[in-house]
Every structure is written in C-alpha cells, then in structure tokens.
C-alpha cells in the first residue's frame, strides 16, 4: 500500500503522496485509500466516524470526534473471499455470478436468505458476512453523534445489507460512493487543457 506500480504510468509529479492528505493521527504505513475516504468523510461530516471502504478489501476506519484516525481493520472484499473459496476447494464455482441473478437481486434485497444454489449461496455467505463485520464494528465505535459513512464499489450490495440494522439503533448510514474521488479532487484539482 501506498506505492504506485511503475506500469501506471502516472508522473512523479502528479502523484498525490500520503503526507499531503491532512488527516490527523495517520500513521506512515496507511493506504492512500484509506487516508483519503476518512480524511474526506470527516470533513463533509465532523464527529464520530467509522468509514467503511467496500472495495477489493472491506476497510473500516475510525476517527475520532475530533477528526483524529483512529486505527481500524481490514477484510478480505466480496470478490476476493469468492477467489479464495473458488481457489480453496475444488467443487465451488470461480464464476463471481450467474447472468442475471447475484449482485443485482441481493442489492435490491432479492435474494432469497437460504440459497440452494451455489453460486448464490457464496454471494449471500459473503456479503452477510461482510454487512455483519461492519455491523459489529459500528455498535463498538457507537457514542453521541456516531454515523457510519459507506463507500467503495460493494456499497450497494452491503448497503440493504445494514441498513436496518443500523437504523433500528439510531446510527445514521451515508451512502458516498466517490468519497475517495472527491476527497482526491478537492486535493488535486484538475488544471489547464486536456486534464479530466
């Protein structure tokens, strides 16, 4: 975390380095992710936080009332704890889903809670899995104005997910998925011709 590959062909120049994000409390070795989605939810919403980054690894980062990093956690995402039972056993499907069914039916609260078929049994085990870790985590960081902000491309999977749950314990959920483009936007402001 934290390098770029030289194969991105990204300049020295434009590259934003961790120390510029001013995120307070962060230590050296963060994901520039990581900085950038907390950095950027505190400042639309300053209080107690715990972001939760859905992506290729579900972060959950905790900051302070006072807009601190607080430390946080790391799971594997949806699609890599798929690769890893496809890639541990050998009867499981490496397919991520089915044409028509998976992502889109449990994102719209479709899918049924007890699958019989195997494919959409790893899709509900997984992302339940992942909705309950961000559950946990949000009533271990809960205190007077605590919300939880919700990025990253899984969001809309895990959102239904932990909705109610959290609504039935009064934590407000924010749905932001481009915190990291915004917050890198607002740091990087595109300049002169041709840049967009």
Do not use: Y
Not at 127 to 137: K, T
Not at 145 to 163: C, Q
């Amino acid at each position: 975390m934290g390098t770029v590959p030289e194969t991105a062909g990204l300049s020295p120049t434009t590259r934003l380095a961790l120390a510029e994000v001013p995120l307070d409390g962060m230590p050296p070795w963060l994901g520039i992710d990581r900085a950038l989605a907390s950095w950027w939810a505190w400042r639309r919403w300053p209080g107690p936080l715990l972001v939760a980054d859905a992506g290729t690894v579900l972060s959950l980062n905790r900051l302070t009332p006072s807009g601190r990093f607080g430390g946080g956690r790391l799971l594997a995402g949806l699609a890599l704890q798929w690769q890893a039972m496809a890639a541990g056993t050998a009867a499981l499907p490496d397919t991520l889903v089915a044409p028509g069914r998976g992502f889109g039916a449990l994102s719209r609260g479709g899918q049924p809670p007890w699958p019989l078929d195997t494919q959409e049994a790893m899709l509900v085990g997984v992302s339940q899995g992942l909705a309950a870790a961000i559950v946990a985590a949000s009533l271990e960081c809960e205190q007077k104005g605590f919300r939880l902000v919700l990025t990253g491309g899984d969001a809309p999977i895990l959102k239904p997910l932990i909705g109610p749950s959290l609504a039935r314990r009064g934590i407000p959920l924010e749905h932001q998925p481009d915190l990291c483009l915004e917050a890198l936007a607002s740091l990087r402001p595109a300049s002169g011709p041709g840049v967009g």
